[in-house]
C-alpha cells in the first residue's frame, strides 16, 4: 500500500524551476494523488510557478527568511492535517529522481522507524549519514544498509520522517533556525529510541560549509553559536569534546583560510566556553 507523501522544500534566493528535482517534484504530483508538497520560499521576492496552480502544491512566501525549522514545521502542520505517513525534508541544492519518491511512499516499515535516511555525497565525499555516539567532527564512521538502533546523523534534506518519528519529536525546534537543527533532530530521535533505516539510495548534495575558505563569517557566526547551543543544551555529554575539537579547528583554519576572522572567531568561542567551564 503506497503511503501519503508530504515533501516540504525550502527554497532562498532560488525558483522553484532551477531546482535539480523539479522534474521529480512536477511529476510526483501530476501522477500521484498521494503526494504533495510544500515550497517554503525565504526569498526577499516572491517566485510564481505553473506548479503552483497544482492542489497539492502548497507555497508559502516569508522574506523574513526565518530558516528551516519554521518551514518544516508548516510540512508537519499539513501533514497532520491529511493524516500523512511520511514527509521528505528537501534542500533546494538536493537531487532527488521520481524512483526515490515511489521506493519511499512504497515503504512498509513505517510504524518500526523514526526515520529513513538515504546515502548522501558532496561531490566525491561521503557526507551522510554517519555515527554520532561519539563527537561528530573528527574521523568519521558510516553505518550500512539497513536498520540501526546505533545513534546516528544525517544531513536535512533527503531525510524521510514517519509518522512515529514526527510524533516523537513533536515539533521541529525553532532554537535551530538553520545550522545544526540535523543534529537536534538526530539526537531527539535517539533520546525517543526511534530507530533509523539507511537506505540503499544515494543523493548528490551541495554541502559548502565542509570548506571554511568558501563560508562567510556572517554563516560562520550561525554555525558556531548552533553548536555552543546544541551542546551546552542538549548533547552536554559531548562538550568537553567539543571545546578541545575548537582549539584543533582553530590551529587548522589559521593555516589554511585566508579569512583570518574565521579562526579569530573559533579562538574566541574556544575562550568563552573554557571560561564557562571553569
Not at 505553473?50 to 497539492?56: A, D, E, S, T
Not at 564512521?141 to 531525510?159: C, D, Q, W, Y
Not at 521541529?172 to 537506505?199: A, G, R, S, T
Amino acid at each position: 500500500m503506497e503511503q501519503r507523501l508530504v515533501i516540504v522544500l525550502v527554497l532562498y534566493k532560488k525558483s522553484l524551476s532551477d531546482c535539480p528535482s523539479y522534474n521529480a517534484l512536477y511529476y510526483a504530483v501530476s501522477k500521484r494523488k498521494n503526494m504533495h508538497v510544500v515550497v517554503y520560499d525565504n526569498s526577499p521576492e516572491e517566485h510564481g510557478d505553473v506548479l503552483y496552480k497544482n492542489n497539492q502544491v502548497h507555497y508559502i512566501h516569508n522574506p523574513a527568511n526565518p530558516g528551516l525549522a519554521t518551514a518544516y514545521n508548516e510540512g508537519l502542520s499539513l501533514f497532520q492535517k491529511l493524516s500523512a505517513q511520511l514527509m521528505l525534508l528537501l534542500d533546494q541544492d538536493t537531487e532527488i529522481d521520481f524512483p526515490y519518491l515511489d521506493k519511499i511512499a512504497s515503504q512498509t516499515d513505517g510504524e518500526s522507524v523514526g526515520a529513513f535516511v538515504p546515502l548522501v555525497y558532496s561531490g566525491n565525499q561521503k557526507i551522510s549519514p554517519v555515527f554520532s555516539d561519539n563527537y561528530v567532527g573528527g574521523g568519521l564512521s558510516f553505518p550500512e544498509i539497513g536498520k540501526t538502533s546505533h545513534r546516528l546523523m544525517a544531513v536535512n534534506s533527503g531525510t524521510v520522517l514517519t509518522a512515529s518519528g514526527l510524533a516523537a519529536i513533536e515539533r521541529f525546534n525553532e532554537e535551530f533556525p538553520l545550522d545544526f537543527l540535523d543534529h537536534w533532530l538526530f539526537w531527539k530521535l535517539y533520546q525517543e529510541k526511534q530507530e533509523i533505516e539507511v537506505l540503499d539510495v544515494t543523493l548528490a548534495h551541495d554541502l559548502s560549509v565542509l570548506d571554511y575558505s568558501q563560508v562567510s563569517l556572517t554563516r560562520y557566526e550561525s554555525i558556531i553559536t548552533a553548536e555552543r547551543r546544541f551542546y551546552q543544551n542538549y548533547d552536554t555529554a559531548m562538550l568537553t569534546v567539543h571545546e578541545k575539537h575548537l582549539l584543533k579547528r582553530m590551529v587548522k583554519q589559521f593555516l589554511t583560510v585566508k579569512n583570518r576572522k574565521i579562526w579569530r572567531r573559533t579562538w574566541q568561542e574556544y575562550r568563552l566556553l573554557a571560561r564557562e567551564g571553569q
